[in-house]
């Protein structure tokens, strides 16, 4: 089944399993005004919007549900499974860099040597706890923990400028 933006359904399958959207496909009601959740999906984009409690919801079951809030928080009620570490060595070679130096992890796998890394030829995985911002204009705290030694370096960014790295023993 197709549903065309003017209006017109199409389609040879009489039961309908499947749908194509030509067009923006809205559930419920779109205005701002009005109190209740509207769906958009727009090309490969989905977006909810519940304008009573501000929460988007994954889940039936209470311990077994993740909640996006209208204030950005994130709650996870299961453990977090995967998607820690660098991504790749081919990205920007600095631990200074927006790419590395953000709240959360780093984009490279570092190496110690790189712009503003704590020296040497192991290679690192980043991680940075920003307060505020979270945009990696805030102060930073930022690890390095060894990908192929057993080495952790730690340090800070303070209104713009980063500490030297201290050993963690």
Do not use: C
């Not at 928080?73 to 820690?84: L, P, R, T, V």
């Not at 790749?88 to 927006?98: C, E, I, L, P």
């Amino acid at each position: 089944m197709t549903i065309k933006q003017l209006g017109g359904v199409f389609g040879r399958n009489p039961t309908f399993n499947n749908a194509t959207i030509d067009g923006e496909l809205i559930i419920g009601d779109s205005s701002a005004s009005t109190v209740g959740t509207s769906a958009y999906l727009v090309g490969d984009n989905f977006y909810l919007n519940n304008q009573e409690s501000g929460i988007l919801s994954f889940g039936t079951d209470a311990t077994a549900r993740l909640e996006i809030s209208s204030t950005g928080e994130i709650f996870a009620y299961k453990q977090y499974i995967g998607g820690f570490g660098a991504l790749a060595t081919s990205g920007t070679d600095s631990f200074d860099h927006s790419s590395n130096a953000r709240a959360g992890n780093a984009y490279t796998l570092l190496q110690g040597s790189d712009t503003g890394g704590p020296g040497g030829t192991a290679y690192y995985h980043v991680f940075n706890y920003e307060y505020n911002t979270k945009d990696g204009t805030g102060n930073m705290t930022q690890l390095a923990y060894g990908y192929n030694d057993l080495k952790a370096y730690m340090r800070y960014k303070y209104v713009g400028t980063w500490s030297s790295w201290v050993a963690l023993h």
